[in-house]
T-cell receptor
Framework: DVKVTQSSRYLVKRTGEKVFLECVQD?????MFWYRQDPGLGLRLIYF???????EKGDIPEGYSVSREKKERFSLILESASTNQTSMYLC??????????????FGQGTRLTVV | KNQVEQSPQSLIILEGKNCTLQ??????????LRWYKQDTGRGPVSLTI?????NTKSNGRYTATLDADTKQSSLHITASQLSDSASYIC????????????FGTGTKLQVIP
């Protein structure tokens, strides 16, 4: 069974803290993505990576950074958490487009609350 | 402006009834359209993919249709079950984007006994 695993289901952090969200996939996928999901706004892309050490900004990268040192692992970093970063964060992975008929596979999500 | 619009935003139906969810898009050029199901508190799971040459595709009680001329897709659920309660999200690749997709805001379906 294919799997994308996010390190935490729920997190509560204080304003100003540095926050790490970890994601691991076991499908040898080239692409990995971080999204946030807010009511009424749908999923919005924060960053994605198409290869080890490669990354590209999505639609809302401000306040976030990412790291991909190994193919299976993609980390999202909130440098200084703020209350407007309270959200559901979803990690996903996929094979390269063109070869992909199965879409992206998502993790179970991390609900982050910044207080 | 979001290039993928879904309707209705939310829907409540009785168990056993059918329903149809709509997706209108302006993304161009078109390559494929996916429907995802997202249970509350979970990540989305792919239900079906529609390519340009396909106008109907079924996955069990789910049937997706595509009209590339009017840029509309629908997801029809037959004989609904309580487990169908979820959000249903329509997704298309970015026009000109690299490996990125545009998500609709979803339709939240609640099936009640």
């Amino acid at each position: 069974d294919v799997k994308v695993t996010q390190s935490s289901r729920y997190l509560v952090k204080r304003t100003g803290e540095k926050v790490f969200l970890e994601c691991v996939q076991d499908m040898d996928h080239e692409n990995m993505f971080w999204y946030r999901q807010d009511p009424g706004l749908g999923l919005r892309l924060i960053y994605f990576s198409y290869d080890v050490k490669m990354k590209e900004k999505g639609d809302i990268p401000e306040g976030y950074s990412v790291s991909r040192e190994k193919k299976e692992r993609f980390s999202l970093i909130l440098e200084s958490a703020s209350t407007n970063q309270t959200s559901m964060y979803l990690c996903a992975s996929s094979v390269r487009q063109g070869a992909d008929r199965s879409g992206a596979f998502f993790g179970q999500g991390t609900r982050l609350t910044v207080v | 402006k979001n290039q993928v619009e879904q309707s209705p935003q939310s829907l409540i139906i009785l168990e056993g009834k059918n329903c149809t969810l709509q997706c209108n898009y302006t993304v161009s050029p078109f390559s494929n359209l996916r429907w995802y199901k997202q249970d509350t508190g979970r990540g989305p799971v792919s239900l079906t993919i529609m390519t340009f040459s396909e106008n109907t595709k079924s996955n069990g009680r789910y049937t997706a249709t595509l009209d590339a001329d009017t840029k509309q897709s629908s997801l029809h659920i037959t004989a609904s079950q309580l487990s169908d309660s979820a959000s249903y999200i329509c997704v298309l690749p970015y026009s000109g984007g690299y490996q990125k997709v545009t998500f609709g805001t979803g339709t939240k379906l609640q099936v009640i006994p």
